[in-house]
């Protein structure tokens, strides 16, 4: 995952955390990590899909931020995924969540923000959607000229 230097940054609440809430992230984060790692785009909507209830779940418990910003990042991963194997209707509801927690907890001005838009743009061409499509790609492109430097804008 690369990151701007504008992006705003991701700050942990001090909040007390069971023993089982911390094993638990371990674990979706775990999850995360086979999922945007493996090649095999099936097997990564397949981990994705076991960690989403682990993270979500963490989620009604906590508004850390780094909990929040990772429950984006699964559902993009998965997302991601099915139009790897070329499933767009499936992928629309986790990218479209996605970004919607993007947008309420980090911003516009948030790269993953922009990861979503641009991903949502391929779903709305493979629907024939052409104007969502170029608003998508766009806004998309706006943001990292504004959040990133040239080095990561054409991500």
Same mark, same amino acid.
């Given at each position: ?9 991701? @700050? #942990?609440?001090?909040q007390t955390k ?6 638990? $992230?371990? &674990? +979706? ?7 945007? %790692?493996?090649? #095999?785009?099936?097997?990564?909507? =397949?981990?994705?899909?076991? +960690? ?7 989620? @009604?418990?906590? =508004? ?5 910003? @990772? /429950? ?7 997302? $991601?995924? !099915? ?5 767009? %209707?499936?992928? !629309?509801? $986790? ?12 911003g516009e001005d /948030?790269?993953?923000?922009? *990861?979503?838009? #641009?991903?949502?743009?391929?779903? /709305? !061409? ?5 104007a969502k499509e &170029?608003? #998508?790609?766009?806004?998309?492109? &706006? ?7 040239? *080095?990561?804008? /054409?991500?």
């Amino acid at each position: 995952f690369t990151t701007c230097t504008t992006n705003p940054s991701i @700050t #942990n609440k001090t909040q007390t955390k069971s023993p089982t809430f911390d094993s638990n $992230y371990a &674990r +979706a984060y775990d999850l995360l990590i086979k999922t945007a %790692d493996n090649f #095999n785009k099936a097997e990564s909507v =397949d981990s994705g899909k076991l +960690a989403l209830p682990i993270i979500e779940k963490l989620v @009604t418990q906590t =508004d850390d931020s780094l909990v929040l910003a @990772t /429950y984006a990042e699964i559902l993009f991963e998965v997302g $991601y995924a !099915y139009q790897g194997i070329d499933l767009y %209707d499936s992928s !629309y509801p $986790y990218l479209q969540k996605s970004l919607d927690v993007c947008l309420e907890h980090f911003g516009e001005d /948030y790269l993953l923000t922009t *990861m979503c838009l #641009n991903k949502l743009s391929f779903y /709305y !061409y493979y629907i024939g959607d052409l104007a969502k499509e &170029r608003e #998508n790609l766009f806004r998309s492109f &706006r943001i990292r000229r504004k959040i990133c430097d040239s *080095m990561d804008i /054409y991500l």
